[in-house]
């Protein structure tokens, strides 16, 4: 029996009411495992970037704030124009990927900061929308 990401999160927020308070916000950090792995699992990213669909996860720096993309693409020009490879081309490709993508070639524990705080926010909105 399989189960829609809409079922997950109102079985998840279920369970959430009979966690003692003490450990509820480690049952929120496991919840929200969860739910990156069966992302992950179910090729949720190939939906987001074939079909259309029009919410992107945060950490596509296409998700992230104009600012944070401007100095992302700043450090990424700096950095491959050291390296002999800028291509406006290239710099394009590298701002459509995810942050992750870019750990060999920028220091990104700025932007993950960014990116789990939002996951975290945008995970709590979804639980409170489920109640």
């Given at each position: 029996?399989?189960?829609t990401?809409?079922e997950?999160i109102?079985f998840?927020?279920g369970?959430?009411?009979?966690?003692?308070?003490?450990n509820?916000?480690?049952?929120?950090?496991q919840?929200?495992?969860?739910?990156?792995g069966?992302?992950?699992?179910?090729q949720y990213?190939d939906?987001?970037?074939?079909?259309?669909v029009?919410y992107?996860?945060?950490y596509y720096?296409?998700a992230?704030?104009?600012?944070?993309?401007?100095?992302?693409?700043?450090k990424?020009?700096?950095?491959?124009?050291?390296?002999g490879?800028?291509?406006?081309?290239?710099i394009e490709?590298l701002?459509?990927?995810r942050?992750?993508?870019l750990?060999?070639?920028i220091?990104?524990k700025?932007?993950?900061?960014?990116v789990?705080?939002e996951?975290?926010?945008?995970?709590?909105k979804k639980?409170?929308a489920s109640?």
């Amino acid at each position: 029996m399989g189960f829609t990401k809409l079922e997950l999160i109102q079985f998840f927020d279920g369970l959430m009411e009979l966690v003692s308070e003490e450990n509820k916000g480690k049952a929120k950090v496991q919840i929200r495992k969860f739910f990156l792995g069966f992302e992950a699992g179910y090729q949720y990213e190939d939906a987001v970037t074939q079909r259309g669909v029009p919410y992107l996860p945060p950490y596509y720096i296409s998700a992230m704030p104009q600012s944070t993309q401007e100095e992302i693409r700043e450090k990424l020009t700096a950095e491959l124009t050291g390296q002999g490879e800028y291509t406006p081309e290239r710099i394009e490709q590298l701002m459509c990927s995810r942050i992750y993508d870019l750990g060999d070639l920028i220091d990104i524990k700025d932007y993950m900061k960014w990116v789990s705080e939002e996951i975290c926010r945008n995970f709590q909105k979804k639980l409170e929308a489920s109640r």
